[in-house]
Structures are given as C-alpha cells and as structure tokens.
Nanobody
C-alpha cells in the first residue's frame, strides 16, 4: 500500500510561482515512477509531468514545458513540482500519482496510487 499526500497549493497571481510537494509512504519509493496530473473545473484530468526512478528521465505536457519542473528526492520519499510563470489556465486541483511499474507514462490508468489533490488557483 502506498499513501500519497500533496501539499503546497494555494492562490497566486499570474506570473507567480508555487512548489507542490508529494510525500509518499512505502519502502520502494525510489523504484516508482511518479506523475503529476491536474483537473480544472469542468474538464477531464490531464497529464502534467512525470519522472522515472532515474531522476533525469522526465516528461512534460506541452502546455507546461519550460515553466514547470518535476524532481524527486528519494531519501525523503518526496516528489516536487516547481511551477513558474503561472497562468490562469493552470488553475486546477493537482494530483500526484505513483506508478509501481516505473514507466512514468502520460496515461492516468497506468498509475496505481493517487493522492487527494491540492488546489492551485491563479488569479488574473
């Protein structure tokens, strides 16, 4: 069983920054791929970023590439999402997810465990 707890969401103005954290339980954390997804009001959940166990293998949605950075600290069982140059369209509930197979895909159905989500609101 893996438990994921997100934190770091909040209200920020356009152009601002936030860093989300996701703390994971489980002794095999370093083997998991971790992903961030988001769901905006009235929209489907969408992929944001993913990172494999090897910290230099990452992927991003086109909409956040160059603005967001995913990273992980395996010693702390934590994955981060640094969000810069935020836009109103980034407003959503952000979820972290764990992929026990370690693939780190863009597809939510390949993730095995999910956090409860943290709200990010970007004001214009």
């Amino acid at each position: 069983q893996v438990q994921l707890v997100e934190s770091g969401g909040g209200l920020v103005q356009t152009g601002g920054s936030l860093r989300l954290s996701c703390a994971a339980s489980g002794r095999a954390f370093s083997r998991y791929a971790m992903g961030w997804f988001r769901r905006a009001p009235g929209k489907e959940r969408e992929f944001v970023a993913a990172i494999r166990w090897s910290r230099d293998i990452t992927s991003y949605a086109d909409s956040v590439k160059g603005r967001f950075t995913i990273s992980r600290d395996n010693n702390k069982n934590t994955v981060y999402l640094q969000m810069n140059s935020l836009k109103p369209e980034d407003t959503a509930v952000y979820y972290c997810a764990a992929d026990l197979e370690g693939l780190g895909s863009r597809y939510s159905y390949e993730y095995d465990y999910w956090g409860q989500g943290t709200q990010v609101t970007v004001s214009s």
